[in-house]
């Protein structure tokens, strides 16, 4: 039997080898032959830990969700300061966030094409909206920075929109859009919604 | 040499089997063994039109391309109000509209992934920002709609990111995102930008 030091070894070596084809080449590249020639390995031993595509896949979406809760800030700021600070958290104004977008925008297409990973994807969002945004929509409201008939649950959507299409849009022209422009374009939001 | 009524109606066919199986299942499932299934043919007959995935990748994204421009509607109303058209013709409030949506965020895995369609993919943003909205944001500036120092561009940007990120989230989550609801965040977001 192995050691347990052995075992999470190997475990941190998968999960690098994975992240870095996902980071490479997206959820459509994603194969263990793939994962095997980072790893240096046999796609035989990867199946050990993968019978089939879909256990990768789903491997794959626990990893990058794991990696955005060890990266996660907690706010420094409140109210609409908080909400800054965490947007500008997510989008892509450095090699980790677009990495980490890169990843999840790419992983829409396997989410949405499966019931269970499209269920927990759906969670996550709720979640993203309600316990990570609406805090501090709220809090923004009670501190007169948003209007007092203000819909918590309909800002903390608008938010999330205005920063999931940008990062796509971002992904696809990290030219046009450097990150000071990025974060002026989320000034831009916060303040015609406090408007 | 067959008649060229037979070869339009064969590409047909071939269209409507491509574009079942990407509603469906998004690019993920996109396969020439998925698209002869739906075809009742061969595979061996489909290498004559795809010889790889990759071809079948380009093809399935022109064909969204081409039912996108086919659909698309022109603005009756003016500034704002041909601005508000546009989106909601985007968002997933039909069935239609549902699957086209379905389509496009399950291709940016593929695009990413891939220089030269993910170029395709940045062209087709900007002439949708810059052909398809610009024009009516700089018209409600005109009509005083929009203040008078309202950056065209970023408005765009915004209204593009916005339109997109809630597409994602109805996507996952469409009972909690019924037509009346993304039609009032729409108009919630376009009276935002106007104060």
Redesign the interface.
Known sequence: MPARGDHDARRRDVSAAVWRVLAA?????LTLRAVATEMGSSTGLLTHYFPNKRALVAYALDLAEERTLEGRIKPSGRGLAALRELLADIVPISDVAVEMN?VW?????????DADL?ER??RR??RFRTLRLRPFVEEAVELGELPADTDAD?VA??L??????????V???PDR?PPERQL??LD??LT??S?
């Open positions: 080449h997206g959820f459509d590249g890169r925008v790419s992983s829409w297409d396997a989410a949405l094409a499209g994807e759906t969002y709720e309909d959507t608008m999330a929109a205005f920063a999931h299409g940008l990062v796509v849009q992904l696809f022209d859009y002026a374009l831009r939001m015609a919604l408007a």
